[in-house]
């Protein structure tokens, strides 16, 4: 027990934050070899989180844009039926007004269409038509170089722990920012490179299957983090 919780409830393990290759240009894990990795590592659901922004190299207009996004996950899914493991749909969503990255949870296929032509709508509008009890906005790695710091009031949480080994992303400055605004705090390995697989997990007591479950789950904010191996609690 660590502060009233039975830490050994919580054993179901979730990677928020996975991104795989081609559609991720960043990544150079392919969708089947990034599932096989996490499902050896004993890990439960997966999110892929792949990039989704209007520079995305080689997609020429809308359609070529959403199926090469497709084409991943739908590989990761694929791949997680034969391996017994969650691949939950998300997004790593940019607008055009700066750099800044959102994870977006609450989400599917389908809204694909809606995420493309957000590209130059902005955070702040775009938190207006988003977010309500079904989706979160998640500002992914806010103190990491070249980021905008955004009002609180058009996030419901920020990633207070991006272990990305290549990046410094502040975890001390995120958690604090965090707490002091009231905002949900998510973990994240942001997995792209071979090495990097397993870093951190969110751990619940309830097995994550879909993107609304966890919408639910961080909404409740029932849940732990391991990073490295350790227990922290958020």
Known sequence: MVNGMNIEAYQYKTELHL???PA???S???PELAVKLYANLGYHSIVVCNHFYGGMRFREDKQ???DAYLAD??????TGEKYGINVIFGCELRFTENINDYLLFGIDKSDLDFLYDSFDMGVEEFSKQFRDEKHLLIQAHPFRN???QIAPEYLDGIETFNMHPSHNSRVALAA???K???LIPTVGTDFHHLGHEGLTALLTDTELKTSHDIVKALKSRNYIFEIGGSIVLP
């Not at 996950?73 to 694929?78: G, Q, S």
């Open 24 to 26: 991720s240009s960043c």
């Open 19 to 21: 991104h795989t290759s």
């Open 28 to 30: 150079e894990v392919p």
């Open 64 to 66: 070529s844009c959403i």
């Open 73 to 78: 996950y739908n590989l990761a899914v694929e």
């Open 146 to 148: 070249g980021m905008t």
């Open 180 to 182: 002091e605004h009231h």
């Open 176 to 178: 604090k920012y965090a």
